[in-house]
């Protein structure tokens, strides 16, 4: 008879299950009070921008000459008002959404397989390799960014998948350093030592055992580069550079918004809010990955 708070001979143990490094990344994540709110904010504006046809009943390019810039009424369903062009500003936030985080996203992909894959075989080749990869990144930062954007913009002519290269084809030099410095400590680590000794090749090493090491930082850096390249493509669109008529922006809207903001601050004031909320969203949350992913601060 055993006895009490004690197993039997015949009890089967039950196995310890420990926790993963991204296990309590998570836990720590979504104790994070701000990143939560963050998150919740950023995918309500983005579930807005995807039903935005089913929000509103009007078009984005729909022209309504006898409401032309009025304030935000509820009687007639122009929330947010109208434009200096009779279209309803509501829907047009939303598709200005749908615009300027697709840019961001599609664009920090683009920076995101660049940097990732030129700065982990600069850092782990190392040698005249690494001197003369990273050199090409040093020039291309001396480069300004507006004046290479332009040049792209003009050599190839104005057109929605342009940007995301373009802009992507900048924002990945930041992104490559940051991996390169990483794989410069990864690759004296013990595991890259055993993995030569067992002959794997150089390049499945660094798909196998460096990329993903590198998750944490590269993670938190892409937060922070979607609301930079949410930025460049308002910046671009701001001097009308970027989306074209009748398609919208939340740069276009913010650049017409800022010629009528004395007489018509409803213009300038909804798209700007959304941008910020979304620009301090996407920080917080970076921030939070930040922490979360940190193991010094555990």
């Known amino acids: 008879m055993s006895l009490a708070g004690q197993a039997a001979p015949g009890d089967a143990l039950e196995p310890i299950k ?44 729909d022209i309504d000459y006898d409401r032309i810039a009025i304030p935000p009424t509820f009687d ?21 959404a749908r615009v300027s985080l697709a840019v961001g996203i599609v664009a920090t992909v683009v920076s995101l397989i660049i940097g990732v894959l030129w700065g982990a075989v600069a850092g782990f080749v190392g040698g005249r390799v690494d001197a003369i990869m990273m050199r090409i990144v040093d020039v291309l930062y001396s480069l300004p960014f507006i004046f290479f954007v332009i040049i792209l913009m003009v050599v190839f002519d104005r057109n929605f998948i342009l940007m995301f290269v373009a802009i ?16 410069l400590s990864i690759r004296q680590k013990e595991f890259i030592e055993a993995a030569r000794a067992a002959g794997v090749g150089t390049f499945t090493m660094i798909r196998r055992h460096v990329i993903p090491n590198l998750l944490g930082p590269v993670v938190v850096y892409v937060t922070l580069t979607i609301p930079a390249v949410i930025l460049a493509e308002s910046f671009l669109s701001f001097l009308g550079l970027g989306i074209q008529e009748p398609l919208t922006s939340w740069g276009v809207l913010i650049s017409e918004g800022a010629n009528e903001m004395e007489t018509k601050p ?30 010094k601060d555990r």
């Open 18 to 61: 420990g926790r993963s490094l991204w296990d309590d990344a998570r836990r720590r994540l979504f104790a994070n009070r701000a990143a939560v709110a963050s998150m919740i904010a950023l995918g309500t504006i983005a579930l807005m921008a995807l039903l935005a046809d089913v929000l509103s009943p009007h078009a984005y390019y």
């Open 76 to 96: 007639e369903q122009h929330w947010f008002g109208t434009d200096a062009n009779g279209r309803d500003l509501f829907v047009r936030v939303l598709y200005g």
């Open 168 to 183: 992507g084809a900048v924002e990945w030099l930041t992104m490559a350093r940051i991996v390169r410095g990483q794989t």
């Open 266 to 295: 409803w213009m300038l004031f909804f798209p700007a809010l959304f941008m910020a909320v979304t620009l301090f969203s996407l920080n917080f949350i970076g921030d939070g990955l930040r922490d979360a992913l940190d193991p």
